[in-house]
């Protein structure tokens, strides 16, 4: 079974601060994702990457970055965090064939910050 | 534009009754269309996936789905709810982009 794990599952930040979320899937999978869950929103996506040292934005990009630096790790910074970047941060992954693999989610980070 | 639509935000049935929860998408291409069920605190998991071939898709956990083109539907159904299938749905679809684009979830809600 295809393993993606985030770092923490709650994660409490100052507004200002720089916030770093983690994701590692064990399949080596080339397509790695980030998106924010809010009530009544569904899942958007902040950003994604194909391959190690790319990216591509998502529909939500701004005050955020990422970094693929191995193909298994893609991490999620938020910049300089606002309160409204409270919310439910889920990673995802998938083999290539980016529209139609399903992709593997892992249990999400809930981040608030205050 | 590529969209995909989740009539419902909160679903109720009584265990041992039908579950419909409805899922209609936009696309000018043929689509990849997914079912994922989340749970509370956890991911998404991937209930059943449309690609090509078949168009009754059956999953786990007893779900179906039916894509149906000239309705451009793909409607998750299962015969008889159990209290264990209380959790959020999501449906997913895969067009001429290269990504998923997610409906906004249905809750669905099993009552005794």
């Known amino acids: 079974d295809v393993k993606v794990t985030q770092s923490s599952r709650y994660l409490v930040k100052r507004t200002g601060e720089k916030v770093f979320l983690e994701c590692v899937q064990d399949?080596?999978?080339?397509?790695m994702f980030w998106y924010r869950q809010d009530p009544g929103l569904g899942l958007r996506l902040i950003y994604f990457?194909?391959?190690?040292?790319?990216?591509e934005k998502g529909d939500i990009p701004e005050g955020y970055s990422v970094s693929r630096e191995k193909k298994e790790r893609f991490s999620l910074i938020l910049e300089s965090a606002s309160t409204n970047q409270t919310s439910m941060y889920l990673c995802a992954s998938s083999s290539p064939g980016l529209n139609n693999q399903p992709q593997h989610f892992g249990d999400g980070t809930r981040l608030s910050i205050l | 534009a590529q969209s995909v639509t989740q009539l419902g935000s909160h679903v109720s049935v009584s265990e041992g009754a039908l579950v419909l929860l409805r899922c209609n998408y936009s696309?000018?291409?043929?689509?990849?269309l997914f079912w994922y069920v989340q749970y509370p605190n956890q991911g998404l998991q991937l209930l059943l996936k449309?690609?090509?071939?078949?168009?009754l898709v059956k999953g786990i956990n007893g779900f179906e789905a039916e894509f149906k083109k000239s309705e451009t539907s793909f409607h998750l159904t299962k015969p008889s709810a159990h209290m264990s299938d209380a959790a959020e749905y999501f449906c997913a679809f895969g067009g001429a982009t290269n990504k998923l684009i997610f409906g906004t979830g249905t809750l669905l809600a099993v009552q005794p």
């Open positions: 696309s000018s291409v043929p689509p990849y």
């Open positions: 449309y690609t090509t071939g078949a168009t």
């Open positions: 990457s194909y391959d190690v040292k790319m990216k």
């Open positions: 399949m080596d999978h080339e397509n």
